[in-house]
């Protein structure tokens, strides 16, 4: 099945001027792909820009298969690393790279992962309890459901996919575990949410899935370690995107952006003090969405928050006060 990147040509046009500012085929500037997945945003950009050097990240080793068989023409314009994306300052530690001009997140699990079944990803189809994103990881779906006390699996419904009938359906596992398959779980699912609620909100299982598979993966703690590392690494004048497709990713999304675009001129004064200034200015207004052209093309776009900072230039005007 053919994977269309979501966003893609609008992930190019945000990045793309910070990625040539120096050179227009973007020689000298390099861009982390900290999502790569299959590397589909990797492919157009190291296809746009032929003087490009990217770093792909990713923890998941058949990601990094397909991707690097994909990406292999480019030769060692493409440096792969498989890591979380938390793991962002060794990668770049281990690149002899300092400053970058552009960062890409593509948060959630890939389409990839989801098509292969056997991964345990998707609740449409019966497979292993798995969801792992680094296949080698101790921690799969199925101890999760088997092993965990019923209060702990409540809160991580609750907390990980905002699932107000968490109590109910850690009851349900606990009284029917051991449960091995996907299949099994929405089955059970089917049980413990009462009929109405099943009519409405998507797909019954949607929210306990997601809870699992970010408790598996650590993935908002990943998040909130990965987006301050990605910020303090991206050079004067470069371009951060960061695409999320549920709620609790875009808050913290959303919280991390806020912080690095507000002043820090202590509240009150009348004005900006030198030096205090927001390190970024934000370039989209709030989270943009796809367009509906998008979301017929890439039904996987439908849920998709967009957001994107640059970094802010040095002000000459403030070296020029500041100097001896």
Do not use: W
């Amino acid at each position: 099945m053919e994977h269309i990147p979501v966003l893609l040509d609008r992930c190019v046009e945000l990045l793309t001027p910070a990625l040539t500012r120096r050179n227009p085929d973007g020689r000298g500037a390099v861009l982390v792909d900290a999502t790569l997945g299959a590397g589909g945003h990797a492919h157009r950009f190291l296809s746009d820009l032929p003087g490009l050097h990217l770093i792909g990240l990713d923890r998941d080793p058949q990601a990094l298969q397909i991707a690097g068989e994909r990406l292999a023409p480019f030769g060692d314009r493409a440096t792969l690393v498989r890591t979380r994306y938390d793991g962002i300052d060794d990668a770049l530690a281990q690149a002899g790279v300092d400053e970058v001009g552009g960062v890409l997140f593509d948060l959630g699990v890939s389409s990839m992962q989801l098509d292969r079944t056997e991964r345990g990803f998707s609740y449409r189809a019966d497979a292993p309890l798995d969801m792992r994103m680094d296949s080698e990881a101790p921690l799969t779906a199925a101890e999760v459901v088997n092993t965990f006390a019923e209060k702990d699996i409540a809160r991580i419904l609750r907390e990980f996919g905002e699932e107000r009938f968490a109590g109910r359906i850690a009851k349900h596992i606990v009284r029917r575990r051991p449960l091995t398959t996907t299949g099994e779980l929405v089955e059970l699912l089917y049980d413990a949410i009462p009929a109405p609620a099943r009519r409405t909100g998507g797909h019954p299982a949607k929210r306990t899935f997601q809870a699992l598979r970010i408790a598996v993966n650590g993935e908002l703690d990943s998040l909130r370690a990965a987006l301050p590392a990605a910020l303090a690494a991206i050079e004067p004048g470069g371009r951060i995107v960061v695409m999320a497709y549920q709620s609790l990713e875009d808050r913290i999304v959303k919280t991390e952006f806020g912080a690095a675009t507000a002043s820090r001129t202590p509240p009150g004064l009348p004005v900006e003090l030198p030096g205090h200034e927001p390190d970024f200015v934000a370039i989209t207004r709030g989270a943009e969405r796809a367009t509906p052209e998008e979301i017929e093309r890439n039904p996987r776009s439908a849920p998709v928050r967009l957001r994107a900072l640059e970094k802010v230039a040095s002000r000459p005007e403030t070296a020029r006060r500041d100097a001896p």
